[in-house]
């Protein structure tokens, strides 16, 4: 089976507690293909500018189960720049910089050998955008997509039309309640699963998830972690882990579903452990699935 | 076995969202006992003023399992009162006034009766009065106890004697990052189990609860309630229903202690659908017992 991510590859600026790290690599697709590339192969949609040093992308490059041809390098176009600053409580952040660059143009073009991907990830962008890259594949069956309060408070219309076509749809707790005006969580979640043809997976951060489907709510701790170093990109490794999953076993039904969560709480749970993917180099899928196990253990009654 | 709850019981006015109830049943040791004696004796001890009326403990008074040798209405003394308003999200509230009255007055006396209790529950007031309580006790096997923020800022040297003396801590989220200074509520909990001889339960409201125990980590998600109307008493329901379910099977193993905070959860969780204990009035042990099943197979994955 075939899982194709589209999204953003950021140079990132972080400073937490425990440290700084400059110009790191990052960025949605990033995050998302190397999680996802945990479980099997992964098709790579994104777009640099023609700043991005030569290296930059090598951990992806050099990744048996990524496949980078759908990375664009733009002439006269500058990458995607984010930077940082965690609080002393990691899970509050401000930006301190965002500099969209290529991200503001025109979208990536998926290549024509990419275009057949049955399993789909639109990470975060405009939801027009989400459409149109949607547009040009010819046979998705999962189509899953993340996205953000500036889209649901500027993009309502554009982003309600992009819902209607989607089957999973993947977003913060905040970002729930905005979307719906429910400031209760599971039923800004049960709304939103009536926009979706599928599921909705609501986040929660260090509080885990919340997943709604087949008219059901299914409810998920997250992994208890003592040392967080750095929660960039641990939403796009969940996604990443959990799409992987699913596309690995090549099946949507709630149970794998749940399972599929489960590995991206546990796959994310890494990746807090470092800056930048640095966790995430350290690790196999062993390490992955034996977190799994202790995950069952620790939340059985 | 015998299981003995000391705390308040309290007149209390609510405004939320969905209604308003004035002078209503409320108080630590009141839902707390209520919720225990779903499972089965329990040995209330707790003072009112004179101005109570004569029917507002009733419910407790006409409850098989409940034992009322401990309370006392103190002549010359008034009621302890409080108003709370809930916001438009339910998880956040105002105190609109507090009335300590006889809370702020000398502390209960326990009953000769009551004074072989192997199962204790210290609900929360001043520390100092903690221990004393802890001192009428002949032969505590289980000693658990609930603290605030007050006493971790104001009483913390008193709070510290408490915690050498008890078996177990529940305390929220917020008290723990308190109490030790710690950011991470996992890192917290951990050095709080430090302090305590058994465990310490950390609650997180709407996100579920930690448990710290034998050296491990265990983690619970809430139920997923979607129709919240007063959160006034789900931690002291929890409470009651955890220490019901272990003196019940009178087992303080991590397996039954695991167990007994998932029992909490699910009936704290029918404590929010109502204002006061109106729902607790509904409800049997059966309906426990099911949303338990229920909350098993929507935390499986």
Same mark, same amino acid.
């Given at each position: ?30 995050? /998302?293909?190397? &999680?996802?590339? /945990? ?57 301190? &910089? =965002?500099?969209?660059?290529?991200? +503001? ?14 399993? =789909? /990830? ?16 010819? +046979? ?19 982003? !309600? ?15 729930? @309640? ?25 986040? @929660? ?19 208890? +972690?003592?040392?967080? =170093? ?10 990443? &882990? !959990? !799409? ?58």
């Amino acid at each position: 089976m075939s899982l194709l991510v589209t999204g953003s590859i950021g140079i990132d600026t972080v400073e937490a507690p425990s440290g700084k790290v400059v110009d790191a690599l990052g960025g949605s697709s990033v995050y /998302f293909s190397y &999680a996802a590339g /945990f479980f099997g192969p992964v098709r790579f949609v994104g777009v640099v500018g023609e700043d991005c040093p030569a290296d930059f992308l090598k951990p992806l490059h050099d990744h048996p189960n990524i496949d980078m041809a759908g990375l664009e390098i733009r002439e006269g176009s500058k990458t995607f720049r984010w930077h940082g600053k965690y609080h002393e409580d990691v899970n509050e952040r401000d930006t301190v &910089a =965002v500099d969209l660059n290529v991200l +503001a143009e025109a979208g990536p073009v998926i290549p024509e050998k990419f275009r057949d991907s049955k399993y =789909v /990830f639109l990470a975060n962008t405009h939801p027009a955008l989400q459409v149109e890259l949607l547009g040009q594949l010819t +046979a998705p069956e999962l189509v899953v997509a993340d996205t953000m309060d500036l889209w649901i408070n500027a993009e309502r219309e554009s982003l !309600m039309g992009l819902l209607e076509r989607i089957d999973g749809l993947v977003l913060n707790d905040s970002e729930a @309640k905005l979307l719906t005006g429910q400031p209760n969580v599971v039923q800004a979640g049960m709304e939103i699963a009536k926009m979706v043809s599928r599921f909705v997976v609501v986040k @929660k951060g260090e509080h885990g998830s919340l997943l709604f489907a087949d008219g059901g709510v299914f409810t998920f701790p997250a992994w208890p +972690a003592a040392g967080v =170093v750095d929660p960039t990109g641990a939403g796009d490794s969940f996604a990443g &882990a !959990m !799409m992987g999953f699913l596309t690995a076993r090549d099946s949507i039904d709630t149970a794998t579903l749940r399972r599929a969560i489960a590995c991206g709480t546990v796959t994310a749970s890494f990746n807090l452990e470092d800056f930048s993917l640095n966790r995430f180099f350290q690790i196999s899928q062993a390490d992955i699935e034996n977190r799994l196990k202790q995950f069952e253990e620790l939340t059985r009654f």
